[in-house]
């Protein structure tokens, strides 16, 4: 009897509401939708350092099935479901952080540029941090965590020019290797390839090599974390005794790939390693209780990892609007 009181009462009170906006809605709505949205970059103070995170804009992967692998499509569709995302086109972000550490200015990946093979909706660097008020040139350090082509095709222009003319390049030899062999033009790589080749082979002389556990620059330091890609890396990245972990591609979703950290990722160059890395350093992560950022969660990628029966949890911390 309560409930359906209640639901009669809810009911009641939108069709009030309703009655209520129709009387002065003519008013209201002669206010034009502006189509507009707020810019695509977000800033946060870690320890002495200002962390800018911009966006290249949204990737869309499509239909889960075929690249979220080993668990049955239908468990994926319904983990998506139950979090109340879309089990027909599994969306990514791509959140690059610039952290300003007084003395450098250091960002991390760079988009998928000119290319659109994922859609029409990436290649958005430039102008977000043109909105955070970041000019390419004032770029010192750009670090790679991996070669893919969404992590690296924002190097250079359409023309071929670097678009951080006084940048070094930091990134794994092992995958700049692998990446940019010629060799593999003739592969399933090849789309992969010529888009390493074409941004790296630029700023080849400006590339420094970094290895695992290596603080190649300071308050930075490198985390070997392979299997995504051969050479693939996370990086520590600390300021007056505050520390983020910037995660790459250490897991591409918050839900399948944290709820069930062993379900492979078709693009990941050896899956087994790929998900014996994730569980590992997830579980660093959690146990020690480091923020993170992720490369490819939901904007701007910045939160908490915490481990659960099966796998791990991923709490988004709230955006601080005040620095």
Do not use: C
């Not at 949204?58 to 979220?68: I, M, R």
């Amino acid at each position: 009897m309560t409930s359906d009181v209640s639901r009669r009462s809810l009911l009641a009170l939108g069709a009030g509401l309703g009655a209520s906006t129709m009387l002065g809605g003519s008013a209201l709505a002669r206010a034009p939708k502006l189509g507009t949205q707020s810019a695509y970059f977000y800033r946060f103070n870690l320890g002495g350092a200002e962390v800018t995170v911009v966006s290249d804009g949204p990737l869309p992967l499509g239909p889960p099935k075929g690249t979220f692998i080993g668990v049955p499509d239908e468990e994926v569709r319904k983990m998506l479901s139950d979090n109340f995302l879309s089990p027909d086109n599994v969306v990514l972000e791509q959140n690059s952080p610039i952290v300003n550490m007084g003395d450098k200015l250091v960002l991390f990946d760079t988009g998928m540029g000119t290319s659109k093979l994922f859609g029409p909706t990436t290649g958005r660097q430039q102008k977000s941090m043109a909105e955070a008020g970041i000019k390419p040139g004032d770029i010192d350090a750009v670090v790679l965590s991996h070669a893919h082509i969404d992590h690296i095709g924002g190097i250079v222009d359409g023309d071929n020019q670097p678009l951080f003319p006084n940048a070094q390049y930091y990134i794994a030899q092992s995958d700049f290797d692998f990446w940019t062999d010629e060799g593999k033009l003739g592969s399933p790589l090849k789309e992969f390839v010529i888009h390493a080749r074409k941004n790296l082979m630029p700023v080849r002389d400006r590339l420094v090599y970094f290895k695992d556990g290596q603080e190649f620059l300071p308050g930075i330091q490198a985390m070997s974390a392979p299997g995504h890609t051969v050479g693939h890396t996370m990086f520590m990245v600390t300021s007056n005794g505050k520390s983020f972990a910037f995660l790459g591609d250490l897991t591409h979703h918050a839900v399948l790939l944290l709820e069930k950290p062993r379900m492979e990722f078709s693009y990941d160059t050896d899956p087994k390693q790929a998900a014996n890395t994730r569980v590992k350093m997830l579980d660093m992560l959690a146990t020690n209780k480091i923020p993170v950022m992720s490369y490819h969660f939901a904007w701007p990628g910045y939160g908490h990892v915490a481990k659960t029966s099966e796998g791990f949890h991923y709490y988004p911390e709230a955006m601080t609007m005040l620095l």
